[in-house]
């Protein structure tokens, strides 16, 4: 089965406590990215890789790490987690639909990160 | 400054009727526009797109139309029924990125 897969699916901790929330996508796909959904706010683009060792900054990449060493896998990393990072947490792979130009994307489950 | 608009965080209609979903952008550069379907407790699932040389794409029950001119997109499920309710995000797409909207929360009543 085609999936994306994120663990942990849950997840509380401290102030400063470093933490890594992996992604795992089965579908060969080049793209891949990470989401935050806050309330009022939507789907929020962390960071994206457009294929192993190639990552860039989404549109909130403060406080946040990236890693692609492997074409499956696009870990999560906060070296010093934040209240403010506190949200729901969506990875995605992505395929460029054939006759066009754009990324359909697969999201995973979602992790929910609270950060105290 | 916000580049995708939805201006309705929620909407309410009764089963067998039309749903609207409106969205409107700033930004003209992108070549596609989408819509994502999500329900609780679960990531955000591909509904349907329309490439920006079109104005009109459709998909079952599922019908996005794009207005270039206003710069507006909208989503009709005609007819709705309440396994639709969910929150619903419209993106813009190129070759690199989505930029999503904050969603708009459709209630379909039976």
């Known amino acids: 089965e085609a999936q994306v897969t994120q663990n942990p699916r849950y997840l509380i901790t401290v102030t400063g406590k470093k933490l890594t929330v992996t992604c795992s996508q089965n579908m060969n796909h080049e793209y891949m990215s990470w989401y935050r959904q806050d309330p009022g706010l939507g789907l929020r683009q962390i960071y994206y890789s457009m294929n192993v060792e190639v990552t860039d900054k989404g549109d909130v990449p403060e406080g946040y790490k990236v890693s692609r060493k492997e074409k499956r896998n696009f870990p999560l990393i906060l070296e010093s987690p934040s209240p403010n990072q506190t949200s729901l947490y969506f990875c995605a792979s992505s395929f460029t639909r054939p006759g066009t130009g754009f990324y359909e994307q697969y999201f995973g489950p979602g992790t929910r990160l609270t950060v105290t | ?110």
């Not at chain 2, 580049?3 to 952008?25: F, M, T």
């Not at chain 2, 029950?61 to 005609?78: E, G, P, Y």
């Open chain 2, 1 to 110: 400054d916000q580049q995708v608009k939805q201006n309705s965080p929620s909407l309410s209609v009764q089963e067998g009727r039309i749903s609207i979903l409106n969205c409107d952008y700033t930004n003209s550069m992108f070549d596609y526009f989408l819509w994502y379907k999500k329900y609780p407790a679960e990531g955000p699932t591909f509904l349907i797109s329309i490439s920006s040389i079109k104005d009109k794409n459709e998909d079952g029950r599922f019908t996005v139309f794009l207005n270039k001119s206003a710069k507006h997109l909208s989503l009709h499920i005609v007819p709705s029924q309440p396994g639709d309710s969910a929150v619903y995000f419209c993106c813009q797409g190129g070759s690199e990125k989505l930029v999503f909207g904050k969603g708009t929360k459709l209630t379909v009543n039976p």
